[in-house]
Structure formats: C-alpha cells, structure tokens
C-alpha cells in the first residue's frame, strides 16, 4: 500500500525558509508524479508544485520566485523549499501522487498534510 | 489562470435528498475537471475524474456531467457520511486550479 507522510516545522519565522519533505512509501518515487498542494484555514487548495519523475519541474507562478522542489532518490522522497515567508503563508500543506494517463491528470494518492504557521 | 468558481459556497441537506454542486470555469476546459471530497479534518480524495468518470470504489450515487466551462456534482440520496467539503479543480491549464469548495451539511 502506498503512502505518502509530510513532515515539517511546524512554526516558522516571518522571512525565513520552509522546508518540508513528503516521504514516499511502497512504491518508488523514481516511477511518478509528484505534487505539493496547501490549503489555508477554512480555504481552498491551492497547487504549489509538481516534480516529474524525469526531475523536471512546473511552479504555480505566483510562487515562482520563492519555491524550489527537488527529490532524493537515494531515501525516497520529495522535498519544498519556500523561502520569504509571510503570515500568508500559513496553511496545511500536502504532497501528493499525480496520475497522468492519456488525457486523465488528477491526485490519486495524498499525504495526511502538515500545519505550517508562519508567526514570529 | 483559469478561475475556478463553485456554488454554493455550503449547503445543508436532509438524508436522502438530492444535493447538486456546481462548478464555472473562466474558460473553456472541455472535460478537465476533477471532484474531490474531504472530510472534516482529512486530506482530499477523489471522487470523479475528466467530468463524469467514477474513480473506483466511489458509491454510484455520486455522479459528474458538464463540459466546456459548466460542471455540476450531484449527490443522487445524500448520506450522513457524504458531510464534508468538495473540491472541483481543472487540469486543462497550468496552473492547476481548485474551486474555492462547497461546504456540505446535515439538517
């Protein structure tokens, strides 16, 4: 069975970095798709992210500037690195598995998700 | 961005009533979309995939038609474990985007 476990701070100061790592288990990270999606308190999802499987990447825009994904292959999981942060910021954060075949994309598989607060 | 904009915002239903959900896009998406449910403190999970397809194991009350910009989910008999929050979300463009989620209630 597949799953996916974020894991993180959990409290971050205004204009430093987050870093967050999705550990991938019972499958190989090397064979899919991978994606971060947060959601602020009582909000919607918003699409961080996605890293293929070929190492390439796609950022939502308006994080562009501040966000770097990269995975280990090596321990198997996926990691975000959000720099800059702002009480904007804070929200649950999730990784999750993109199943892309032929014309269907959607998340098939998602981590349990991790608060990230950004307070001083 | 292509905007997503679900109605309503929250609903509340009785058990065994129809529920419908619906789901605009700024522009035309054909069949891209995706329905997500999430329960009170969980991660979403699919429901629906490219509009109308039932992802597997998805009770067959739940259902997705639309195409182009309008979209709707119903619920055919709503059940007390349908509570929770649903997600419409397209994938004709990056970025992906989610609708803002409509909130679904018991009375």
């Known amino acids: 069975q597949v799953q996916l476990r974020e894991s993180g701070p959990g409290l971050v100061k205004p204009s430093e970095t987050l870093s967050l790592t999705c550990a991938v288990s019972?499958?190989?990270?090397?064979?899919?798709?991978w994606s971060w999606i947060r959601q602020p308190a009582g909000k919607g999802l918003e699409w961080i992210g996605r890293l293929y499987s070929t190492g390439d990447t796609n950022y939502n825009p308006s994080l562009q500037s501040r966000l770097t994904m990269s995975v280990d292959t090596a321990n198997n999981h996926f990691s975000l690195k959000l720099t800059s942060l702002t009480a904007a910021d804070t929200a649950v954060y999730y990784c999750?598995?993109?199943?892309?075949?032929?014309?269907?994309?959607?998340?098939?598989?998602w981590g349990r998700g991790t608060l990230v607060i950004v307070s001083s | 961005d292509i905007q997503m904009t679900q109605s309503p915002s929250s609903l509340s239903a009785s058990v065994g009533d129809r529920v419908t959900i619906t789901c605009q896009a700024s522009h035309d998406i054909g069949k891209y979309l995706n329905w997500y449910q999430q329960k009170p403190g969980e991660a979403p999970n699919l429901l629906i995939y490219d509009a109308s397809n039932l992802e597997t194991g998805v009770p067959s009350r739940f259902s997705g038609t639309g195409s182009g910009t309008d979209f709707t989910l119903a619920i055919s008999s709503l059940q007390p474990e349908d509570i929770g929050t649903y997600h419409c979300q397209q994938y004709h463009d990056l970025p992906l985007t989610f609708g803002g989620g409509t909130k679904v209630e018991m009375k």
């Open positions: 999750a598995r993109d199943h892309i075949e032929g014309d269907y994309w959607y998340f098939d598989l």
């Open positions: 019972g499958a190989s990270i090397k064979t899919d798709n």
